[in-house]
Nanobody
């Protein structure tokens, strides 16, 4: 599965952004897909989970989200979204989309999209 994020940018504190992650290839083989974010000094392995959604629609969010973000997907378009509202400067990070397969195989990652929240 190939993943391509878009939608990052610079926004003022309190603003909103919507990230998108378009999947191509074996998109029907995805079990769980979601978002991590990586701040300077973190590696991908130590980055924190933002949110994920499973093949049957179950969702989960990091504790820091506090009801500000919503994960969703358009199955017909093979696209994952992350609607972020009430953004804070501490949300500044590179946001990575990922996908885990239903069967064997490793995790796929997108290239990342930068989100910068100014105070």
């Amino acid at each position: 599965v190939q993943l391509e994020e878009s939608g990052g940018g610079v926004v003022q504190a309190g603003g909103s952004l919507r990230l998108s992650c378009a999947a191509s290839g074996r998109a029907d083989s995805i079990h769980t897909t979601g978002w991590f974010r990586q701040t300077p000094g973190q590696t991908r392995e130590t980055s924190e989970i933002v949110s994920y959604i499973t093949w049957n629609g179950a969702t989960s969010y990091g504790d820091f989200v506090g009801g500000r973000f919503t994960i969703s997907r358009d199955i017909a378009k093979n696209t994952l979204y992350l609607q972020m509202t009430r953004l804070k400067p501490e949300d500044t990070a590179v946001y990575y989309c990922y996908a885990d397969p239903k069967g064997a195989g490793g995790r796929s990652w997108g290239q990342g999209t930068q989100v910068t929240v100014s105070s």
